[in-house]
């Protein structure tokens, strides 16, 4: 069976975040199947916010990096190569939302007659949920012609059954087929104590995490109570939050984008994880925190109401507990008993070859589907 994977960015362009890694997972996954082959077709943007391109990496299957010209995600080459790529595929995938390869693929996939798995990878809930949701009307128009011109058998991936509520809010009608991310558990690097209590955030860093949240938490606690924050995102943006992280005298620093050694010694260094986010179809954060044991505070718009039942974390509604007091309730708990609770968690229930086997018989579903249109 031959899948075609279509996103605006792909790895190692881990700077767009969490979404690099899961959707590369899968990739990796379905490529060692035996009766699978797998293409990749994306662009060479290597974040969002600047102009740098990705070098490729040395990957068991094919990818295509199509020149990014603007935007995000802007790629003439991309879409030039589209209809044969499409043409080959038995199923596409398609992860992207309001970007420019979603409209062209949606189209392409129903006029040559191919079924489509869709992960919006959370944009459709944000859109949903979030007050603050940046041109909810210009939103609202593109779901309108998406749902017009996607193939008829069209399957929307959703991470957690809140994601597939909020999603199903602006496609009325999709199907949907909820398969959790997964999470490689790591070896563990020696703990570094400092005697201060050590905040971790690690992310992409916009408006939607809450970032502002945590640094107003921040002002409540004592001060051996410490932030380090690891991620990247728009220059102005930034610019607000290193004024913040200088106002705290220290106690609030801004690393910068990490990956492979760096992201695991930056767990090492940490006593919790907190992640305030107003909208997370899955976050990703959460699972390799607890797969690094790390505990981990986060909010009810997270489908991570279980941290508490698991013993690893708290979920809490800011509506009704501040952030402050959250983070002192936990630093007065056994941390490192949370810890190996959420790594255990996190081997048990959220492994690659359970995401594998889900998407596997996602896709052999959707082609037996196409087969059964197909005259004879």
């Known amino acids: 069976m031959n899948i075609l994977h279509v996103s605006p960015s792909f790895y190692p362009a881990t700077a767009w975040g969490g979404p690099i890694f899961s959707t590369k997972t899968i990739c990796d996954g379905i490529a060692a199947r035996p009766d699978m082959a797998l293409r990749v077709l994306t662009t060479d943007a ?3 916010t600047g102009p740098g391109r990705v070098t490729p990496v040395p990957l068991p299957y094919p990818v295509h990096f199509a020149r990014r010209v603007a935007g995000g995600s802007i790629a003439p080459g991309l879409f030039a190569r589209l209809p044969q790529a499409i043409a080959w595929a038995d199923v596409v995938h398609l992860t992207a939302t309001y970007s420019f390869p979603t409209l062209p693929v949606l189209a392409l996939a129903r006029i040559i007659g191919r ?8 944009a459709l809930q944000a859109t949903q949920t979030w007050d603050a949701a940046p041109r909810k009307a210009m939103k609202r128009r593109f779901e309108t012609l998406a749902q017009i011109i996607r193939p008829d058998a069209t399957v929307l991936h959703v991470t957690a059954p809140s ?6 809010a602006r496609l009325t009608g999709i199907q949907t087929a909820c398969i959790p991310n997964c999470v490689t558990i790591p070896a563990l690097m020696p703990q570094v104590k400092t005697g ?27 001060d051996r109570v410490c932030l380090d924050v690891y991620g990247t995102g728009d220059a102005a943006y930034l610019a607000g939050l290193q004024a913040h992280a200088v106002a705290s005298a220290g106690r609030i620093r801004l690393h910068g984008h990490v990956d492979g050694f760096a992201k695991t010694a930056a767990f090492a260094r940490a006593d919790l994880c907190v992640f305030p986010s107003y909208s997370e179809n899955f976050g990703i954060v959460v699972a390799e925190a607890l797969a690094h044991g790390v505990p981990v505070v986060t909010t009810t718009a997270t489908p991570w109401a279980a941290l508490d039942s698991m013993g690893c974390g708290r979920c809490v509604d ?3 507990v501040s952030l402050a007091q959250a983070i002192t309730v936990m630093l007065q708990d056994d ?18 070859d359970a995401m594998t086997d889900a998407f596997a018989a996602l896709y052999h579903r959707l082609a037996q589907g196409r087969a059964a249109m197909v005259p004879a």
């Open 46 to 48: 290597a974040s969002p």
């Open 115 to 122: 079924p489509l798995v869709w992960s919006p990878r959370g």
């Open 163 to 168: 994601e597939a509520r909020d999603s199903v």
């Open 196 to 222: 201060a209590a050590r905040l971790m955030y690690i992310g992409r860093l916009h408006p939607k995490k809450g970032l502002e949240r945590l640094f107003d938490a921040m002002a409540a606690l004592p």
């Open 318 to 320: 800011l509506d009704r």
């Open 335 to 352: 941390l490192t008993a949370m810890g190996a609770a959420g790594r255990a968690w996190m081997a048990r229930d959220f492994s690659p």
